[in-house]
């Protein structure tokens, strides 16, 4: 019995003491080359400051990334819940820490004149994995009012309800509307699938008296718009 325990306190040394040389090798990275020589992993893993005795910080770091590029931001904190390694301190400070980011990133003006103003409100979707359909809502003197995630995954008619897409711009008592969505591949040009669900989502602004402006596709490094296009 004894020998068992003795066993089981020197693998938990070893698993700790992996799991803090782990973590220094991002953070002595940072303090000596700066922020922006990590990687996505490496930053997390300097947020999440330690691992499990079984999941090491850099490993529940991969699974954090993985988790925030397929999940909304509503649904994001529940499902870093569901990842073993995660508890509610570490879910809530990568939540937190999203939300901060986002709001860096955005413009201080919610004023939109041109797609090139909306684009800088979508920075943070631009290198997600799977694609997120976004709604922006905009006021009668075209300040945005709320930007938020309506579906994440393969865009298609069957999955964009008008519904989804209004319910909010009609509590908002918003006069019109922005429809977006990031293509991982990069590539912006848009789908037949695209253009279809624009059409039948303008179809129910008309009807519904709030205007869809635009839609913007866009990724990482640049967007297209079905205004600028004569798409819409």
Excluded at 176 to 183: C, E, F, Q, T
Aim: hydrophobic content about 40%; overall charge positive; some cysteine.
């Amino acid at each position: 019995m004894a020998i068992r325990y003795l066993m089981y306190e020197k693998n938990e040394f070893n698993s700790t003491l992996m799991d803090s040389c782990e973590l220094d090798r991002p953070r002595e990275k940072l303090k000596k080359k700066g922020a922006g020589s990590l990687s996505n992993t490496e930053l997390l893993a300097v947020l999440l400051n330690s691992g499990t005795r079984k999941i090491g910080v850099i490993r529940l770091a991969q699974s954090v990334k993985e988790v925030i590029d397929r999940s909304s931001p509503e649904e994001l904190f529940e499902s870093l819940m569901k990842l073993k390694g995660m508890g509610e301190a570490k879910s809530l400070s990568i939540c937190a820490a999203m939300e901060f980011t986002k709001r860096k990133i955005q413009p201080s003006s919610r004023k939109v004149k041109t797609p090139h103003d909306v684009f800088s409100w979508l920075k943070p979707f631009g290198d997600k994995k799977q694609e997120h359909f976004i709604v922006i809502t905009l006021n009668g003197g075209n300040e945005i009012i709320n930007s938020r995630v309506v579906t994440v995954g393969l865009l298609n008619s069957s999955q964009i309800h008008p519904r989804e897409v209004f319910a909010d711009a009609i509590v908002e008592r918003a006069a019109s509307l922005i429809l977006a969505h990031n293509h991982p591949s990069g590539n912006c040009d848009p789908s037949s699938e695209d253009i279809a669900v624009t059409r039948k989502l303008s179809s129910a602004g008309e009807i519904l008296g709030v205007s869809v402006l635009d839609h913007i596709i866009f990724s990482e490094n640049g967007f297209k718009s079905f205004l600028e296009q004569g798409l819409l």
